[in-house]
């Protein structure tokens, strides 16, 4: 059995044992929670029961004053003066906070004195014995049992004085008839078997109900440790990675420094070696005041002009948030404007076009570009068009579907020798700038004497690796 009730009540993962007489908890705290429990969830209730039997009470008296009117002031008596009194003393009580120690003895005096009450009435009124108040100690025992929440240790108790209080009240103050004290006796011992089953279950449930919330309660107290431990472990987790942030936050920031002071020295480096090559050019131009020879003087021009060619090199990257490359395009541009501000007292009769796309280079590859590019305009500017001879150079700088620069250079002026050998020219200018385009940036190109002077270059756009 007691198996039985440990199934029942769910209780054999929680250690819990029972005693199935008493029905009562083995372990003294967990039965104290359990009273406390049931002591909570009894006492409206209760309250409830015991206004509600006041109520019946009530109506049993006009149903005295009704059938036995001769016996109402003892009756009265009884009721209004023993029973009801202690009853509701009982109810003001349970408003006191110790009612919680003594509810379940109070209770069981209440049933006690009405049961007592009960059997005063036949003993003044033995005629009655047998109809009215017989059948008002089966609704007691079944108020007993079910309606006031007495335990069931507490509820049998009671009952089993009501059936003491009915066999000493019968037998030495009644002259009831054995037949009828036997079937009386039958209907009380049924009616309290009955109650004992109702009552027993009746707990049982509750008990069940009490270790069902209890252990819902200590799951829940699980689940916040858990929750508690895991949200100190997130917040020493953000925690660390607030540190973390801040650290890169504080690296970043330090990179960024560098970089800025990385950049400033770049610029300021390109700044100083623009100002270096306008001393070489400046140097050179107040030796060319005092030389007479014309080979040398051009020679001095074309030097200077190659070095104004790379300083606008460092004019652009000076200028540039990259430090590495520069549109190609624009620097061509730039030349062309040099170049043609160096050759204007030549010849005012010449127009130039220049058409490009969007193209940046490495430094590595934009210098040499840059130094072929003055040098064939330059070539343009001198002997394709003598004596103020109208005409025309067009250049274009694209980029191909393989990532080729294509540079075109044409004039309509008066050309070369179809049958001169360019690579065997002894101009100095152009062997270096076909040097620079096969060996250095492993390009190539095309020489076209139709009509004047077509070049066309080819060079790969990725030949150097970034390095800044």
């Given at each position: 059995?007691i198996?039985?009730?440990?199934?029942?009540?769910n209780?054999?993962?929680?250690?819990v044992?029972i005693n199935?007489?008493?029905?009562?908890?083995?372990?003294?705290?967990?039965?104290?929670e359990?009273?406390?429990?049931y002591?909570k969830s009894?006492l409206?209730?209760l309250?409830?029961?015991?206004?509600f039997?006041?109520?019946f009470?009530l109506i049993?008296?006009?149903?005295?004053y009704?059938?036995i009117?001769e016996?109402v002031k003892?009756?009265?008596?009884?009721r209004?003066?023993y029973?009801?009194?202690?009853t509701?003393?009982v109810?003001a009580?349970?408003?006191r906070a110790?009612?919680?120690?003594?509810w379940?003895?109070?209770?069981?005096?209440?049933?006690?004195v009405?049961?007592s009450?009960?059997?005063?009435?036949?003993?003044?009124?033995?005629e009655?014995?047998e109809?009215?108040h017989?059948?008002?100690?089966?609704l007691?025992?079944?108020y007993c049992?079910i309606?006031?929440r007495l335990r069931?240790i507490w509820?049998?108790?009671?009952?089993?004085?009501?059936?003491?209080?009915?066999?000493?009240?019968s037998y030495?103050?009644s002259?009831i008839s054995?037949?009828?004290?036997?079937?009386?006796?039958?209907m009380?011992?049924?009616a309290?078997?009955?109650?004992m089953?109702s009552?027993?279950?009746?707990e049982l449930?509750?008990?069940?109900e009490f270790?069902n919330?209890k252990?819902?309660?200590e799951?829940k107290e699980?689940?916040k440790?858990?929750?508690?431990?895991l949200?100190?472990?997130i917040?020493?987790?953000?925690n660390?990675l607030l540190?973390?942030?801040k650290?890169?936050?504080?690296?970043?920031?330090k990179l960024?420094?560098?970089?800025?002071?990385?950049?400033n020295?770049?610029?300021?480096?390109f700044?100083r070696?623009?100002?270096n090559m306008?001393?070489?050019?400046s140097i050179?131009?107040?030796?060319?005041s005092r030389i007479?020879d014309?080979l040398?003087?051009?020679?001095?021009?074309?030097?200077?002009s190659k070095?104004?060619v790379?300083s606008l090199?460092?004019?652009?990257?000076?200028?540039s948030?990259d430090?590495?490359?520069?549109n190609?395009?624009?620097y061509f541009d730039?030349i062309?404007?040099?170049?043609?501000?160096?050759?204007?007292k030549r010849?005012?009769n010449?127009?130039?076009?220049?058409d490009y796309?969007?193209?940046?280079?490495?430094?590595?590859t934009?210098?040499?570009?840059g130094?072929i590019?003055e040098?064939l305009?330059s070539?343009?500017?001198?002997?394709?068009f003598?004596?103020?001879r109208?005409?025309?150079?067009e250049?274009a700088l694209?980029?191909n579907?393989?990532?080729?620069?294509i540079?075109s250079i044409?004039?309509?002026?008066?050309?070369?020798?179809?049958?001169?050998d360019?690579?065997n020219?002894?101009?100095f200018?152009?062997?270096?700038?076909m040097s620079l385009?096969?060996y250095?940036?492993?390009?190539?190109?095309?020489?076209n004497?139709?009509?004047g002077v077509?070049?066309k270059?080819?060079?790969k756009?990725?030949?150097?690796?970034?390095?800044?």
């Open positions: 059995m198996k039985h009730i440990k199934h029942y009540l209780a054999e993962d929680n250690n044992e199935p007489v008493l029905l009562s908890y083995y372990d003294s705290n967990i039965e104290d359990f009273k406390k429990y002591f009894s409206i209730p309250r409830f029961s015991l206004i039997g006041l109520f009470y049993f008296a006009v149903v005295d009704i059938i009117p016996f003892q009756f009265y008596s009884i209004f003066l029973v009801a009194p202690i509701i003393l109810v009580l349970s408003y110790n009612f919680y120690k003594w379940q003895q109070g209770i069981v005096t209440i049933i006690i009405a049961t009450g009960i059997l005063i009435m036949p003993i003044i009124s033995p009655t014995i109809v009215n017989f059948s008002g100690i089966i007691l025992m079944f049992f309606l006031v069931f509820a049998t108790m009671a009952s089993l004085s009501m059936l003491a209080l009915y066999f000493i009240a030495f103050f002259d054995q037949h009828t004290l036997i079937i009386n006796t039958f009380l011992l049924t309290f078997f009955l109650g089953l009552s027993y279950q009746i449930s509750r008990r069940k270790l919330r252990l819902i309660k799951e699980k689940v440790k858990i929750n508690s431990l949200e100190s472990k917040e020493n987790r953000n660390k540190i973390e942030v650290q890169h936050q504080i690296a970043e920031e960024e420094e560098d970089l800025i002071e990385k950049r020295l770049v610029q300021e480096l700044h070696t623009k100002n306008q001393i070489i050019s050179l131009n107040v030796n060319k007479k014309e040398s003087i051009q020679l001095i021009d074309n030097v200077n070095i104004r790379m090199v460092q004019d652009k990257l000076y200028e948030n430090l590495s490359k520069v190609l395009g624009e730039d062309l404007d040099f170049q043609n501000y160096r050759y204007l010849n005012f010449i127009s130039v076009k220049f796309d969007d193209i940046e280079t490495l430094i590595d934009a210098v040499p570009l130094l590019f040098e305009i070539n343009i500017y001198i002997h394709a003598p004596n103020n109208f005409g025309s150079i250049v694209r980029k579907e393989t990532d080729e620069i540079i044409d004039d309509d002026g008066v050309g070369l020798d179809k049958s001169i360019i690579n020219l002894e101009t200018g152009l062997l270096n700038a385009i096969e250095q940036l492993k390009g190539r190109y095309e020489l004497l139709e009509k077509h070049w270059i080819y060079i756009e990725e030949l150097y690796q970034r390095r800044i």
